[in-house]
């Protein structure tokens, strides 16, 4: 009697939970995308400590009975023994038997090297294999390869990210208009839709790249004009099939005003295909910063970057470790992605929602 009653009571306390902590639940129950969303986390939060990871300066020096916070300031070569009043070089092997003696001590990080420090004193020639000082390798300028690759995951991620966020607001904009007030509006937009998608993107990117100096912030505004077409196809959808519903007419019977219709009663119920498919636009703008990062259209010269790194892999073969290592992480973090948009999209999906509540109920 007990074990008939658990489902029954199981789906009734699914019933009184919230439409998103169903969501929730049922994305949980998807083992692939719910460690997919921890081990991204845990990469993103590792690369946003980056400089507590992979830096060439200490975390903190102690030299003489003084203490130096080396990580936020710069101290010069004489503090420390040398003869310069340049910046101290940490990487110095005289620099660091200074720090060695007794009394002295230096904590470095877990890599002491950073995105534009360069191993001066490599036995080999770059671009150098992965060895004790390099794990990773270095590249062919000398770089640290895991410095490279930390440092660009977190450019890249952060650069998905804000694409990712004004494609969606343009987009969503652009739909909703289009779906609520639909008529000639819809009419009008819809043709200066099939204009600005037809026009040439990749052409404008080089031209504008050859007129201005290139930047992040360039290419975040020259990608967004672009990146919220699509979205806002399947926003215009739901808006017109949501403005069509009882509820919609309810309210604006009661005399609702078209706004508070739009942003209080349709959007919410409209903004399934946009979580759906978040975690695939931030896959396709870290491509896309990639590719263009390859081709030398993306960010400035110096800025850590995937795709100049496969760019050094194409350019040296032999150099197996920058392509493999480079490739891995892209590989890994559009896997990830891929995993979460899958179990967020069956998460979301009203057809699947009522067998997985009532086999998470039957558990």
């Known amino acids: 009697m007990n074990t008939e009653?658990?489902?029954?009571?199981?789906?009734?306390?699914?019933?009184?939970?919230?439409?998103?902590?169903?969501?929730?639940l049922r994305f949980r129950r998807n083992r692939l995308g719910y460690w997919s969303l921890l081990a991204f986390c845990v990469m993103v939060i590792l690369s946003l400590g980056a400089e507590l990871i992979s830096n060439d300066r200490p975390l903190l020096v102690r030299y003489e009975g003084q203490t130096y916070w080396s990580l936020w300031n710069d101290y010069p070569e004489t503090t420390f023994g040398g003869d310069f009043e340049t910046p101290t070089d940490y990487?110095?092997?005289?620099?660091?038997?200074?720090?060695?003696?007794q009394g002295n001590w230096a904590l470095f990080t877990l890599n002491p090297y950073g995105p534009k420090s360069l191993n001066y004193f490599t036995s080999r020639p770059n671009p150098a294999p992965p060895s004790p000082d390099n794990l990773l390798g270095t590249d062919d300028k000398g770089r640290d390869l895991l410095a490279l690759l930390l440092y660009g995951f977190r450019?890249?991620?952060l650069f998905s990210l804000?694409?990712?966020?004004?494609?969606v607001v343009?987009?969503?904009l652009t739909g909703a208009i289009q779906g609520f007030f639909g008529g000639r509006t819809d009419l009008a937009l819809q043709r200066f839709i099939e204009?600005?998608?037809a026009m040439p993107e990749l052409y404008l990117l080089i031209i504008f790249s050859a007129v201005f100096a290139p930047s992040v912030s360039l290419l975040l505004v020259l990608l967004s004009l672009f990146g919220w077409m699509g979205l806002s196809d399947y926003v215009r959808a739901e808006f017109l099939r949501n403005r069509q519903l009882d509820y919609v007419k309810s309210a604006r019977a009661l005399g609702v005003g078209n706004a508070a219709l739009i942003w209080r009663h349709i959007l919410p119920n409209s903004m399934t295909p946009v979580v759906t498919f978040l975690p695939f636009r931030m896959s396709a703008a870290i491509l896309a910063l990639t590719s263009l990062d390859f081709?030398?259209?993306?960010?400035?010269p110096g800025t850590p970057s995937l795709g100049e790194l496969l760019s050094q892999g194409k350019n040296n073969?032999?150099?197996?470790?920058?392509s493999l290592s480079t490739f891995a992480v892209l590989v890994v973090t559009l896997l990830l992605l891929t995993f979460m948009g899958d179990a967020l999209r069956d998460a979301l999906d009203p057809r699947k929602a009522a067998s997985s509540d009532a086999a998470g109920g039957g558990a």
């Open 5 to 24: 009653m658990q489902p029954v009571a199981a789906s009734q306390a699914a019933a009184g939970m919230s439409p998103a902590r169903r969501a929730w």
């Open 295 to 300: 081709l030398g259209l993306g960010v400035p």
């Open 155 to 157: 450019v890249s991620v």
């Open 195 to 197: 204009i600005w998608g």
């Open 162 to 167: 804000a694409l990712t966020v004004t494609g």
């Open 170 to 172: 343009l987009g969503v």
């Open 317 to 322: 073969i032999d150099a197996w470790w920058i």
């Open 91 to 101: 990487l110095d092997p005289f620099i660091r038997e200074r720090l060695r003696q």
